[in-house]
């Protein structure tokens, strides 16, 4: 593993799990939002995106991806939702691998869920916002590479989606459907999801959707909203 590339994959069972992980790293995740046991820890220096939005007990998310940026079925999960190192990113090895190498630094996450009407009051969506920062536009980029990378060897579970039009201050983009994903610690065991992610300096953005039938252009929106944010945090 040289952190260029992750490694292949052996199945299509395992690339699901590899890729819902790394998706909304919410895969078994029943310990909150911010694992600092083991990998890289996020607390190692202070977060250079800008915007954070704390206050109280609220945990810090990515700027603009807030309550406002999304239908108002969704509610948001604090549970889920603030600094992200890399274990709590993704349980996988090698997706740990990858960020060690590439030296990730810090991170936020912010965590929004749908739930059906009563009295089946079980989650039926979920959306995650994810801005993740490394040292430089090098390395940000590199780990970006094992992102597409990891998807493309997933073949029919993960299909490239076009991106639209321009993403603002983003130098690199790409959007994806996945299928069968699961998310334990909702109870979900299959879904779809629709993910669209874009580098811009050295942070990467991610905004994700997942549902039966999930909106691109959700996901889109709420990418074009943080760094929209994160571009009138930096002037």
């Known amino acids: 593993m040289t952190g260029r590339r992750l490694r292949r994959p052996a199945d299509a069972a395992l690339t699901a799990v590899l890729l819902s992980a790394l998706a909304l790293g919410l895969t078994g995740c029943g310990g909150g939002s911010a694992d600092s046991s083991g990998g890289v820890s996020s607390a190692a220096s202070p977060t250079p995106i800008s ?17 406002a940026a999304l239908p108002a079925v969704y509610r948001e999960d604090g549970r889920h939702s603030g600094a992200l190192s890399a274990t709590a990113y993704s349980s996988s090895a090698d997706v740990q691998a990858a960020l060690l190498y590439d030296q990730y630094q810090s991170g936020l996450r912010a965590v929004f869920t749908r739930t059906a009407p009563a009295p089946r009051t079980r989650i039926t969506g979920v959306v995650s916002c994810v801005a993740m920062h490394f040292p430089t536009t090098e390395q940000a980029a590199r780990f970006f590479s094992s992102y597409r990378y990891l998807r493309k060897q997933a073949g029919r579970l993960a299909r490239r989606l076009p991106i639209g039009a321009s993403l603002g201050s983003a130098t690199r983009s790409a ?9 334990r610690g909702y109870h979900i065991a299959s879904t779809d999801v629709a993910e669209v992610a874009a580098q811009s300096g050295s942070t990467l953005w991610i905004a994700s959707v997942a ?6 252009s959700l996901a889109r929106s709420l990418l074009v909203s943080m760094l929209r944010a994160d571009a009138r945090g930096a002037s």
């Open 51 to 67: 915007s954070l939005r704390e206050s109280g007990d609220t945990p810090p998310v990515p700027p603009g991806c807030t309550s």
């Open 175 to 183: 959007a994806y459907l996945e299928r069968r994903q699961s998310f």
């Open 211 to 216: 549902a039966r039938q999930p909106s691109v």
